[in-house]
């Protein structure tokens, strides 16, 4: 099993000068790194790779920088479904040339997005069809689909398990997976372990935060009933951790944090391990 953490823990945006943050996630312990890419996001795709490459870090990218509105799988207008499928492509050419495993997020739509309108009958199958040839243009680059459900207040299309096993179904490709978080899951699941054996099937990734979005431990998720339901369908996937830095200016304003879970990514990242591995080490034979 692997841990890991977002680059956001660190950084308001990956840079060159930000790789020394890849020294720094293996130093404490992790081999996963996850990135955020978008058209305000620059840097050289080698040197990232490289450097991941020589410390033996998984990469990760998802849509977390700029993402034009009009560029949406489950748009109602059917040339920004295209849009949105050309945009995704993009990503997934830059996933491939950083040897990035997955490419992750709510891809299905646009997160920040809620539109509150009974939705209309086609919209499933709008996403669906963009993602049936989003997951079959990155397979054959060798970069797998990940989608995040997320909550409500983030997007009206998938907030629970049952929506993505409904939308993946739908989509019908073997390279879509998906992806649990704990925080967004807090509003919208009642029994944890229920969604993840509902994910089972296609279970690659669990974002590991707190109902605050701090660091994983102490809060309201009922991690016991999650890993006991892990273990139960031997999940041997990711484990990563996702905040944003309150410390960097007012990054974490903007992105919808206000109050002061993540001053400092080391702390953050120590912080959770020391709570995640025992939850592990209880339930695998770590060798």
């Known amino acids: 099993m692997q841990f890991g953490a977002h680059c956001y823990l660190f950084t308001d945006r990956w840079s060159d000068d930000a790789l020394p943050i890849l020294d720094e996630m293996k130093a404490l312990g992790l081999s996963l790194a996850e990135l955020s890419v978008g058209d305000d996001v620059h840097f050289t795709p080698h040197l990232t790779r490289r450097r991941a490459e020589a410390l033996g870090l998984t990469l990760v990218i998802g849509p977390g920088g700029a993402w034009p509105l009009s560029a949406d799988l489950s748009a109602d207008a059917p040339d920004e479904r295209s849009e949105g499928l050309m945009w995704h492509c993009r990503q997934v050419n830059l996933a491939a040339e950083l040897g990035a495993a997955a490419y992750a997020g709510a891809l299905y739509g646009h997160p920040g997005v809620v539109k509150r309108r009974r939705p209309p009958a086609d919209e499933y199958r709008w996403a669906a069809d963009g993602l049936h040839a989003l997951a079959n243009y990155a397979a054959e680059r060798n970069v797998k689909i990940v989608l995040e459900p997320m909550s409500h207040f983030r997007t ?5 398990a049952a929506q993505m096993m409904r939308l993946i179904e739908l989509a019908d490709h073997a ?17 944890y372990a229920a969604a993840v054996r509902t994910l089972a099937p296609r279970l690659w990734c669990v974002h590991t935060c707190e109902n ?28 990563t951790m996702e905040a944003y830095n309150s410390s960097i200016n007012d990054f974490a304003y903007q992105r919808g944090m206000f109050h002061n879970v993540c001053p400092n990514g080391s702390e953050f990242v120590r912080k959770g391990l020391a709570f995640l ?6 339930r695998w034979r770590v060798e």
């Open 156 to 160: 009206h299309l998938v907030n629970t």
């Open 212 to 239: 605050d979005r701090g660091a994983p431990g102490g809060g309201l998720v009922p991690w016991e009933a999650l890993f006991d339901a892990l273990r139960e369908i031997d999940f041997k996937g990711a484990l």
């Open 277 to 282: 591995r025992p939850q592990v080490e209880r």
């Open 175 to 191: 390279n879509l997976y998906a992806l649990f978080d704990t925080y967004h899951a807090i509003t919208e699941e009642r029994d």
